[in-house]
């Protein structure tokens, strides 16, 4: 049996970025198993129309590496900034077959310890160790088991007659089989507007179906809401092209002896107004979800989100087993459409931060920090580097945050890059320290018009709080108490560097809290001393 430190189960963007970290800067051994013959095997199908819809930005007037991972969401994180994106493609949306390639590249170009056609098929615990076994009848045995298989289980609605559509995973995507015929698409999300948008040209109607809304992802500053690649549908229904978005909740769908789908609707914006409709085609595209039937019971993990995804501590640990982490597609539980874990310009920054947590934990191989001489001054120029360049920051608005640690009593103080918002409140790590949480974050946009809202004038300094566009934020807590906040105010081109406006009032605020901790702590020695 091949005993390991970390056994890592799936070769994904996720699973390759966690197997860089173990690989080039770890000494505890650890492999990746993937079912697949190749890495990143889930996009060699997915998505269906072959076009990603994350963006793979490469001329961004600089060079600086760190900042063109601003607008590259689909390479990895490495020390060779040669294994990019744009080495493949200088597509803005490139095709999933240029991933495909650039993640198997990857995993070469870094030897890492994979094993392919290695099919996971039970994992079990016992006296503290996982136990998992493949269909090869391998058997690994380790300490830590971290799950990065995504979610590639459809997430099918419980709907009387569901059983006569077809599911977005292996509906035919043979144009000719739509020609002239009534098409309803069940879900609005990215993959559901997708596939309607793939048939607008061949269909003679398109309906496209779900009980809520649309939310758009320039609404909601969430990428998996409805992007504009992908909603070229909605004129084809406001201009009158035969084509329909529907509020509803599918009652039924029933198969007749003419062969046709008659489904019937419960409008939500209707009055409950009930409707049957028929269709030649229904296609499921309502989104996937994790498999959990590869656990025994002893460590099988709890869910979460209508049972969609596994239940996660701050540093995505299992909340009911001990040493089973997650990385991926499936961090997102714990940031549930508000920022960017299900995506790989999210969830790299979280295997990242993962590998920090889990090399503090079990190597006891401190988070990464380094100390800066304590004064305002160098605080507020370290802050603004991370302001100003960090991608990290800027993907992960507000998950993740850069952290300043002060101990005013000994006039010491460290700065960690990328560590979670939420672990920086769970854990007891920096407790005895005051802590300077560094975000980007945007304001609330829930009841503006985003193209149509009031801009804070550069010269209203003292309003920054109430800008809505993404912009730094400084908060100072102290015993899990936030003692103050600091917004840095908006600007167009996101780089905050005017003196007036950005800087000095940073200086100011940091200046004022350091004045106030100091005196607290000099109190304190002197009530001690007494």
């Known amino acids: 049996m091949n005993t390991l430190d970390y056994l890592v189960i799936g070769a994904g963007p996720a699973g390759l970025q966690l197997g860089y970290y173990l690989e080039e800067k770890s000494a505890a051994s650890y492999v990746v198993l993937e079912r697949a013959a190749s890495a990143g095997s889930f996009f060699q199908k997915y998505p269906r129309r072959r076009t990603l819809i994350s963006i793979n930005k490469v001329h961004i007037g600089s060079d600086d590496p760190e900042l063109k991972m601003r607008w590259d969401w689909n ?10 994106m744009g080495k493949y493609s200088q597509d803005y949306f490139p095709s999933a077959d240029y991933l495909v390639e650039y993640l198997q590249d990857f995993a070469e ?39 990065g298989t995504g979610t590639f289980k459809p997430n099918t609605p419980d709907i009387p007659g569901i059983e006569h559509c077809e599911n977005y995973i292996d509906y035919s995507v ?14 609005k999300g990215n993959s559901g507007f ?54 509803a909740t599918v009652k039924k769908v029933e198969k007749r002896e003419d062969g046709k ?34 656990f025994g019971e002893e460590c099988k993990p709890a869910l979460a989100i209508n049972d969609r995804f596994p239940d996660q501590t701050s540093a995505w640990g299992s909340t009911n087993v001990d040493d089973l982490y997650f990385i991926g597609a499936l961090t997102q539980m714990r940031d549930w ?18 590998f920090n947590i889990m090399h503090d934990k079990y190597q006891n191989i401190e988070i ?15 802050l603004l580097e991370g302001i100003n360049r960090s991608s990290c920051l800027w993907q992960q608005f507000g998950f993740i945050c850069d952290l300043l640690t002060v101990n005013p009593a000994k006039g010491t103080a460290a700065y960690a890059e990328s560590v979670p918002t939420a672990y920086v409140h769970d854990s007891k790590k920096w407790e005895d320290d005051h802590q300077f949480i560094l975000t980007l974050e945007y304001g609330d946009t829930s009841d503006v018009d985003v193209f149509n809202a009031n801009r804070i004038a550069r010269d209203e300094v003292m309003d920054a709080k109430d800008s809505q566009f993404l912009h730094p934020i400084v908060r100072h807590y102290y015993k899990g108490e936030m003692i103050s906040e600091h917004h840095m105010i908006e600007v167009l081109e996101a780089r905050w560097t005017d003196e007036k406006m950005h800087i000095q009032p940073l200086y100011e605020y940091l200046e004022k809290e350091l004045a106030m901790v100091g005196k607290k702590a000099t109190m304190k020695e002197a009530t001690t001393s007494m």
């Open 75 to 84: 390479s990895l994180i490495s020390d060779d900034t040669t294994m990019r």
């Open 109 to 147: 170009r870094f030897k890492l310890k994979i094993n392919y056609n290695s099919e996971v098929v039970s994992i079990n615990k016992k006296d503290g160790l996982f136990i998992v076994k493949t269909a090869g009848g391998d058997m690994y045995q380790a300490k830590v088991v971290v799950v």
């Open 174 to 187: 043979e144009k000719s089989k739509y020609i002239n015929k009534r098409v309803l698409v069940l879900g």
């Open 194 to 247: 997708e596939t309607a948008d793939e048939l607008i040209a061949v269909a003679s109607t398109i309906h496209i179906a779900s009980p809520s809304p649309i939310k758009f992802a320039w609404k909601t500053h969430f990428v998996g809401h409805l992007r504009a690649i992908n909603n070229n549908f909605l004129d084809t229904y406001q201009l009158k092209s035969q084509n329909a978005v529907l509020d």
């Open 261 to 294: 789908l008659y489904v019937t609707f419960n409008y939500s914006h209707a009055n409950d107004e009930v409707e049957e409709i028929m269709y030649d085609y229904v296609i499921v595209a309502t989104g996937f979800k994790f498999d959990d039937s590869i």
């Open 337 to 354: 459409k508000k920022h960017t874990s299900a995506f790989i310009h999210g969830f790299r920054y979280n295997a990242a931060c993962l």
């Open 368 to 382: 990464p920090s380094e100390e800066i001489a304590y004064g305002a001054r160098n605080f507020t120029n370290r």
